[in-house]
C-alpha cells in the first residue's frame, strides 16, 4: 500500500470517528434543553412525592432546567415506570422511585429489574405503626391481643402490595404470630389518612411520612417496625416491635427515596446528573429538610446503589415469595437466593 492510500484511508478513519463521537458529545452539551420530568410512582404528600420535590429544587441550581414534579399513580409503580420508559432515554425523564421498584418484578407488576436502571438514593427512615389518637389500641400489645380474637379483623393500611410498608405489615403478623388483613393504598399519604377517617385500625408508614401528623397530634405511635426503639423529639420513646417480636428481623425490607433514570442513558448525561447529585445533597437545605423529616441521608448512586439495591432486591423478593406475598418465585426471573 503507498504512502497515499495510507494517508487516505487514515482520513476516513478520522472521518469516520468524528461522525460517531460528535452526536454523543453534541449531545451531553445540549443537556438539558427543556424542563427535567420527575414522575413519581406515588400519590402527593407521601415519603417518595416529598423527597422529589426536596432534591428536585436543589438540583435545579447546578443542571440549568427546572426540575418538574408530577404523579402517576398507579399499577404499583407500573404507571410511572412506563411512561418514563415510553419517552426517549436522554435524561429529561426520571422515575420518582423508592423501594418499591425493588419488588415490582415479583410482584408481577413490571418487567424490569433493578438492573435495569440508574438509582439515585436520596435518603431513607424507619418504620412506625401508628393509630389515630382516639383508638382502643393504647400499646402494640393491645393490638396484637386483638387480632389474636379477631384474625384478619384488623385492617392495617400501607402503600401498594408488595411495597415495603406491606413487608412490614407481613413482617409483623409473622413475628406476632397473628393474621392481619392488609390494605393497600396508592402511597403512603392515603394509607396515613385512611386511619384518620375511620377506614384503617392502625398505618405502617415511615417515621418521615408520620412526622408531623405526629407533631400535630393526629397520629398515635405504637411502636417502630424494627429492631431498635426511638426517642422522638417532644413526644418520648417509642419502643420497638423486635422487643417483644424479635423476629421482625426477618423481613428484610427498608425504605429509600429518591430517583432513577433509564440505565441505557448516554453516559455524558449520566455525568451531569450525577454531578448535580452530588452537590444536591450537600445542600444545607436539603440536609436541614431531611432531619426535619426524621430521614437519614443515604447520598448513594452509580455502583454504590446498584449494589445495595440489588442486594435489597434478592433479600426482600425472596421474603415475599417465602411468606406467599409475591406471584412469581424470584429464580424463575433471574433473581438469585440471598
Known sequence: MTMTKIVVLLAKILCALNFTLLPSLTFAQQFPNKPIEIN???????????????????????????????????????????????????????????????????????????????????????????????????????????????????????????????????????????????????????????????????????????????KGGKLRPLAMVETAALDFPGYGRIPAVGEKYPDIAKMPARTWLGFAIPADTPKPVIDKIDSAFVKAIKDPIVLSSLANMNASLIGAYGDESMKILSSMESAVSWALFEVGAAKISPDSIGIPKP
Do not use: F
Open 40 to 214: 413519581v410512582w406515588a400519590s402527593a404528600g407521601g415519603g417518595t412525592d416529598t423527597t422529589n420535590r426536596l432534591i428536585a429544587k436543589a438540583m435545579e441550581k447546578d443542571i440549568g432546567q427546572s426540575i418538574l414534579v408530577s404523579n402517576r399513580t398507579g399499577g404499583g409503580g407500573n404507571v410511572a415506570m412506563n411512561y418514563v420508559l415510553s419517552k426517549p432515554h436522554d435524561g429529561h425523564t426520571w422515575l420518582g422511585a423508592s423501594e418499591q421498584m425493588q419488588v415490582v418484578a415479583v410482584m408481577g407488576l413490571h418487567t424490569t429489574k433493578t438492573k435495569d436502571w440508574r438509582w439515585y438514593m436520596v435518603a431513607g427512615a424507619p418504620a412506625v405503626i401508628s393509630v389515630k389518637p382516639e383508638s382502643p389500641y393504647k400499646t402494640l400489645d393491645d393490638l396484637v391481643n386483638a387480632a389474636r380474637n379477631n384474625p384478619g379483623k384488623i385492617n392495617i393500611t400501607h402503600c401498594a402490595l408488595g411495597c415495603v410498608w406491606h413487608a412490614k405489615a407481613i413482617g409483623l403478623a409473622n413475628a406476632s404470630k397473628t393474621k392481619l388483613n392488609y390494605v393497600p393504598y396508592g402511597g403512603s399519604a392515603p394509607a396515613m389518612v385512611a386511619v384518620l377517617s375511620g377506614d384503617g385500625d392502625a398505618v405502617i408508614s415511615s417515621l418521615s411520612e408520620q412526622t408531623e401528623y405526629i
